[in-house]
């Protein structure tokens, strides 16, 4: 294990960052190697706090773990706007990428992050943790099948949480030089990852915001939805915010089938996950009832999804540093294209609803 | 029971005729007291088929059922196009009118319609059986708990069904000269008034169509969708189709609750039906699952909810009938509503996706 060992050093001291911390010991593949603060108080007690190992750098800066020659991959928490600095920084120091979502303030900075780290030959990937629950593979394989689901004709998801006050003034998504995406970039992104998802990524056509979109006195986001449209005459629509109670609903009905679940995000339960499928609904005679009924179906894991992020981040980045590998091109593609629609969808709130199209 | 009995006439012999004659029966307050085709021999075989008492009448045209004294209310289950003509003509016969949705072509109509059945004094009930189930009633608990939902903030819904290649070419549903709404007055019908119940009946302040709509050969839609928006700022946004599998789903989400169900408008099983509601959600530490989760609820019932739909038209017929009452106003201005909508939703279409105020 030890070679395959990738050592991870943390930029911040995020709340999300004591999850990854957790998920990168779970892992079984990374070691906690370095955690860095602008206030090295503040990455003592976070490294104490979160099981860092005794060996573990603990740094007054972020440039600190950037320059440390044993860390071999950074993960980034830090606010959406300062992620092209540092994202960039990290790559230029060879170090491989585990950036949080939304990956940058718009599809131009992410742009330079993703070119800095395919110049400097380092793996990139996006903290979308449920892309990599094996509940996501089950269903993209009910998704791709024909017989049983057709061809995706419409998807709806919805993330939304209700912020209270403190939230709502005070936390970094509501501040626009901080998270200027506000809503839409942090429940959002998730919003729209489960629709391109469902869609086998192809972008749709155009977008088009929803009306009553919500803004903080800061004229930040914080409660917005959209509408898609593909050629072939698929459609999408979303509803994101921090006004309402947690939901967290993927809905993607093809010509067969349809899939539901109500915790695409974060799942219910940690080591279990479900959803339903229905496969050629009908009706009984007289349409008393459903036959056959849609089923569940229910998927464990002995790791949490975040764990099987850095499992996967760190096979990727295992096959670089032993195997000469050329970095895997899938996980950035999905963030750009994520983006891509994140800015077609604020475009279309600053035209006052106008469609937009997606240019790639 | 004699007294309160409300004899049944029946104009046409459409499929769904055969759910509604079992749910007379079922009622209990109500006879098959008449049953009327252009086809006598129809009618006949139609009454034989669906249990009609022998003392029921089988007429070889509409207006011999119309014309039978014994006759308290109809059912018309007729194409949309000929609503207006058989509702008017049965309203002025004083006959109680229960009518199938769409209710007409577009809210003038519905207007005519409803203008008789109030200056002959009937009372006047769509077809909308979903609204009669005691698990709406449930539901509507939970929606009005400023507690346990507070404030709705979002609403969609979908209802889509894969039409045989017959259907698609055939049905009365896709003809431009019979059902000229398609798709949008057969199962668009359900996904508006999901909406508006869940908005406990304020109409919204503008209704957006979604782009990608399917028109067939004839010009009738096949499937489509809107957004809609409230002056408050809540937001909807349903789907319906011809084209998808089968699929009925309602998600409501309030400031501090969630409602979630896949079966809305006909229930899986006839004698017990679900829903989930989540309540004040939120995570466990470190956000590794929900605490609380939602939880299923559901609900009995003896009579299917097209039964509890023509006990509750019977209660008011016989109210009128035996006590002098007035016809019940919330019925009609239900359908009202919902053809408001409807009306809007195609304006938008035919206006290239523009935002359509609607006009009370």
Not at 126 to 143: A, I
Not at 214 to 222: D, E, L, M, P, Q
Not at 242 to 257: E, I, P, R
């Amino acid at each position: 294990m030890a070679k395959s060992t990738i050592n991870f050093g943390i930029l911040g001291c995020a709340d999300i960052a004591r999850k990854v911390s957790r998920a990168i010991l779970l892992s079984q593949h990374a070691t906690l190697c370095a955690v860095g603060s602008r206030t090295l108080s503040k990455a003592q007690k976070f490294a104490a706090d979160n099981n860092f190992p005794a060996t573990a750098k603990v740094y007054g800066s972020y440039e600190e773990v950037l320059n440390d020659p044993n860390v071999d991959a950074v993960y980034v928490p830090l606010p959406t706007s300062f992620h092209i600095k540092w994202a960039v920084l990290a790559a230029q120091k060879k170090k491989h990428l585990l950036l949080e979502k939304p990956v940058g303030l718009n599809v131009k900075e992410v742009d330079v992050i993703l070119e800095a780290c395919e110049s400097n030959g380092v793996q990139f990937m996006d903290g979308t943790m449920w892309m990599h629950h094996p509940r996501t593979d089950k269903m993209r394989e009910f998704l791709s099948d024909a017989q049983k689901f057709g061809e995706l004709k419409s998807v709806n998801t919805c993330f939304t949480l209700a912020a209270d006050p403190n939230f709502l003034e005070n936390d970094i998504r509501v501040k626009p030089d901080l998270d200027a995406l506000g809503a839409l970039g942090d429940v959002g992104w998730y919003c729209i990852r489960g629709i391109l998802w469902a869609a086998d990524f192809e972008l749709p056509k155009s977008v088009i915001a929803l009306r009553n979109p919500v803004f903080n006195k800061a004229g930040v986001i914080i409660s917005c939805g959209a509408s898609l449209s593909w050629e072939d005459g698929k459609v999408g629509t979303f509803h994101c915010s921090f006004l309402s109670n947690l939901t967290m609903d993927l809905t993607a009905v093809g010509t067969k089938g349809t899939l539901h679940l109500h915790d695409f995000i974060i799942p219910f339960e940690e080591k279990k996950a479900s959803f339903i499928t229905a496969v050629e609904s009908g009706f009984k005679e007289l349409v008393t009832g459903w036959e056959p009924k849609p089923s569940e179906h229910t998927v464990m894991t002995d790791l949490p999804q975040e764990a099987l992020l850095v499992r996967e981040f760190c096979r990727l980045v295992g096959s670089i540093k032993n195997e000469g590998a050329k970095p895997e091109k899938k996980w950035p593609t999905l963030s750009r294209k994520t983006t891509l629609v994140l800015d077609a969808v604020l475009a279309s709130i600053k035209k006052g609803f106008e469609a937009v199209e997606i240019v790639i």
